[in-house]
C-alpha cells in the first residue's frame, strides 16, 4: 500500500469507470463495451444491442449482420468484435438531428498483422453523402464518400489500443490520433440532417466486404452539434480532456 499527497484525475481510482466522467462528457452519446452494456445471443454470443452509457439510441445489428458481430475479449479488453471481410456493423438510428457539425471518437485495438478498416460511419438519412472513419496499414483515415474532403494521420506504432477523434465542422475537417493532427477544408458542407451512426461498417448493405476489417471496438462517442477539435469552448477542451483520461487509465 502507498499514499499519494497529489491529486488525481476523475476517474484514476475508478479502472476508468464511465459515471467518473459523466459530467465531462455531458451531451455525448458513449456505447461503453464493457458485458454491462451489451445484450448477447446466448446461442450465438452475437450482440443483439449495445446500450449507450446514458440516454440515447441503442446499437442494434445492421440487416447484413446475421449473428456475425459477437462480444469480443483480449486480455482484458472487451467489446465488439470484427472480422476481416465479415459484416459485424451495428447501426445506431437517428443518433444525430444534424450531420453538419459533429465530433466521433473511438478507440479501438487491432492486432498485429490486422487492419481494423472501417471503424465507424456518420450516414445521413438524405442518403447523398456519407462520412467514415477507417484504419489500414496504421494509417487512419477519416473521408466522406463523395470525395470532397479527406484526411489521414498516421496511429502510433505500439502493440496498444488507440484513441481517434474526428470533428467534422461545415466544410472543415479534423482527425487527431495521439500526438498527430490533420486537417483539411472542402468547398462546401461535407454533410447535413438527421444521420445513423454505424459501427465496424459504413451501411447496411451486405457487400463492400473489402472495407471491414478486424478490430474490437471499445468504445464509440458522439458528441451531436459539436466539433471538439475546432473549439476553444473551456466545456469543449474538458470533454477532449476526458477522452485522453478515459483512454490512459482503460490502457492495459
Not at 10 to 36: F, I, K, R, T
Request: charged content about 20%.
Amino acid at each position: 500500500m502507498f499514499d499519494l499527497d497529489a491529486r488525481l484525475p476523475p476517474g484514476a481510482l475508478c479502472a476508468a469507470d464511465p459515471e467518473a466522467l459523466s459530467g465531462e462528457l455531458q451531451g455525448a452519446l458513449w456505447w461503453h463495451g464493457s458485458a454491462a452494456s451489451m445484450e448477447v445471443d446466448g446461442r450465438t454470443g452475437a450482440v443483439t444491442l449495445w446500450h449507450p452509457v446514458a440516454d440515447g439510441p441503442g446499437a442494434v445489428p445492421t440487416d447484413a449482420n446475421t449473428d456475425n458481430g459477437q462480444f469480443g475479449e483480449i486480455d482484458t479488453m472487451t467489446g465488439l468484435h470484427c472480422r476481416p471481410g465479415v459484416h459485424c456493423g451495428l447501426v445506431a438510428e437517428g443518433a444525430t438531428q444534424d450531420a453538419a457539425i459533429a465530433t466521433l471518437a473511438i478507440r479501438f485495438y487491432a492486432p498485429p498483422g490486422e487492419d481494423a478498416r472501417t471503424l465507424v460511419t456518420l450516414n445521413p438519412a438524405s442518403g447523398d453523402n456519407y462520412l467514415f472513419v477507417s484504419e489500414s496499414a496504421g494509417l487512419l483515415t477519416a473521408k466522406d464518400d463523395s470525395g470532397l474532403i479527406a484526411v489521414d494521420a498516421p496511429c502510433p506504432a505500439h502493440d496498444a489500443p488507440r484513441l481517434v477523434v474526428v470533428s467534422l465542422a461545415g466544410d472543415r475537417l479534423a482527425v487527431a490520433v495521439g500526438p498527430a493532427r490533420a486537417d483539411a477544408r472542402a468547398s462546401k458542407g461535407v454533410l447535413h440532417g438527421p444521420a445513423s451512426l454505424f459501427i465496424g461498417c459504413r451501411n447496411q448493405r451486405p457487400r463492400l466486404l473489402k472495407t471491414l476489417g478486424g478490430a474490437l471496438i471499445l468504445d464509440v462517442w458522439l458528441f451531436p452539434g459539436r466539433s471538439l477539435l475546432h473549439s476553444d469552448a473551456e466545456a469543449d477542451r474538458a470533454a477532449l480532456a476526458a477522452l485522453k483520461r478515459h483512454h490512459l487509465w482503460a490502457e492495459d
